[in-house]
């Protein structure tokens, strides 16, 4: 591996800065797809069904866009009912995708010092040819042009939920999926961080070690930490002996409660502890069991519930005090959640350009 590797940045472009998740939004982008060569017959009519009380959900603060493939179209009109019965509106786009990951597959949104719209397009690759991605890799182009958004395409592979930002400069990112071979191969940490800083808007970059090869995405960030304001960050712990993050997550909690944002300033960590119990109808395998996959819609968190009410009611209550001028709405997705995703993983937000008038 050649360690002097660059990834090269075009300073040509404007300043970019992706805002926090929580700063408002144009609309969410979603996904309407669970294609049987990927997910079992017992999972694919669940997991239309969660995708469907997702974007409903969702479309009672903002817009929702929903790629559809052709053979899907029927499916999503049936289980979205009237879509104008919302409060705002559900666009069905006809475009077929391999799945249904918007997070990752679709474009990063950050604005420029211009007053544009970017679309990052950080070049999916499957989690690092893990997945039949071929259509997938069409989504970030695609979704950019019909948000009428600069195209703007990284030197780097890697997906949304690799990292997390407070909006001030400072994110929190993964080694395990970003810094890897099978991703962005013969790139040093340092050329990483170069790209990363000037498509981001970063100061900087806090590093978790994360774990490779346990699940398909080598550990994201967006299984692990949230930040909910600059200077405070919601950590998962998983109190599974067995499981392997038991102990990468305890790695991160000291991580981060070690650290220090852009600004100098001490993070404040909050944690968020796993159910004890899940749903194992759709498969336990690879089942994403954390309260961290929650959505920061406009003025809504959009969170996930287990079944298990005691940590259901403790996780809800977390997230109302940290987001406290929000309303929390907790909806159980367990077909997803089986499939090793949450509602983050499943969303994509499209940032708002103020008018300067």
Not at 50 to 63: G, H
Not at 186 to 193: L, N, P, R, V
Not at 274 to 287: A, L, M, R, W, Y
Not at 334 to 356: F, L, N, P, R, W
Request: proline share 4%; charged share 25%; aromatic share 8%.
């Amino acid at each position: 591996m050649n360690n002097n590797v660059q990834a090269k940045s075009n300073h040509s472009i404007p300043f970019l800065t992706m805002p926090d998740e929580s700063d408002l939004h144009e609309r969410t982008w979603m996904a309407f797809v669970a294609n049987d060569d990927i997910w079992s017959p017992r999972q694919v009519p669940e997991v239309k069904k969660n995708l469907a009380l997702i974007a409903t959900t969702i479309a009672q603060y903002e817009p929702v866009s929903m790629l559809v493939s052709p053979d899907d179209y029927d499916d999503a009109l049936s289980l979205l009912g009237d879509l104008k019965s919302n409060r705002y509106p559900i666009d069905l786009i006809r475009f077929k995708t391999d799945d249904l990951w918007l997070r990752d597959t679709g474009p990063t949104f950050v604005k420029g010092a211009d007053g544009n719209k970017y679309g990052i397009d950080f070049n999916f690759n499957g989690w690092g040819n893990k997945q039949q991605h071929k259509l997938d890799a069409q989504v970030a182009e695609f979704i950019s042009h019909r948000a009428k958004a600069v195209i703007r395409k990284s030197t780097l592979t890697l997906e949304g939920g690799c990292f997390e930002v407070d909006g001030n400069g400072t994110a929190i990112m993964t080694k395990s999926c970003i810094i890897n071979s099978n991703r962005n191969p013969g790139i040093s940490q340092e050329a990483i961080e170069t790209e990363l800083k000037a498509l981001l808007g970063l100061r900087k970059i806090i590093w978790l070690e994360g774990i490779k090869g346990k699940d398909i995405t080598d550990g994201h960030t967006d299984f692990y930490a949230r930040f909910t304001r600059p200077g405070e960050v919601i950590v998962s712990r998983d109190n599974f002996r067995p499981s392997y993050d038991y102990e990468v997550t305890r790695n991160n909690i000291e991580t981060l409660k070690n650290s220090t944002d852009a600004d100098g300033n001490k993070l404040r960590t909050i944690i968020l502890d796993t159910p004890d119990q899940i749903n194992e109808k759709f498969g336990s395998h690879d089942f994403a069991a954390g309260y961290i996959g929650y959505y920061a819609c406009n003025n809504a968190i959009i969170a996930q519930k287990f079944g298990d009410k005691k940590s259901d009611d403790r996780a809800k209550a977390a997230l109302q005090q940290a987001f406290p001028d929000r309303v929390v709405e907790q909806i159980a997705i367990d077909g997803i959640a089986s499939g090793g995703g949450s509602i983050h993983c499943a969303t994509q937000q499209e940032i708002k350009i103020q008018s300067k008038t």
